[in-house]
């Protein structure tokens, strides 16, 4: 059974960076895409940026330019890189299994304030 443990979250200055991290219990990490979200307080769970198998990434127009999400498979393990943070960046961040599966992390909290 696949299990996701997210980390490396918690508060933040505007401008500032982050580092992201999921860990991915299970066989097979290699085979599987991954995606990162986050959810802001009130509102729906979205899309940040995801990554399939060959590294081939794509982001949601709020993070081009500032997050970068990438892979090492030796570790079993996701990142999303958060630079140039605002306020508007605080949320709960999840990592999920491939693009559409119910697999999903307990989430990470990300806190962008001064």
């Known amino acids: 059974q696949v299990q996701l443990v997210e980390s490396g979250g918690g508060l933040v200055q505007p401008g500032g960076s982050m580092r992201l991290s999921c860990l991915f219990s299970?066989?097979?990490?290699?085979?599987?895409?991954m995606s990162w979200y986050s959810q802001a307080p009130g509102k729906e769970r979205e899309l940040v940026a995801r990554i399939s198998v060959d590294g081939t990434r794509e982001y949601a127009l709020a993070a081009q330019g500032r997050f970068e999400i990438s892979r090492d498979d030796a570790k079993n393990t996701v990142y999303l890189d958060l630079h140039n943070l605002k306020t508007e960046d605080t949320g709960v961040y999840f990592c999920?299994?491939?693009?559409?599966?119910?697999?999903w992390g307990q989430g990470t909290q990300v806190t962008v304030s001064s």
């Open positions: 299970g066989e097979s990490f290699e085979a599987f895409a």
């Open positions: 999920r299994l491939g693009f559409d599966t119910p697999v």
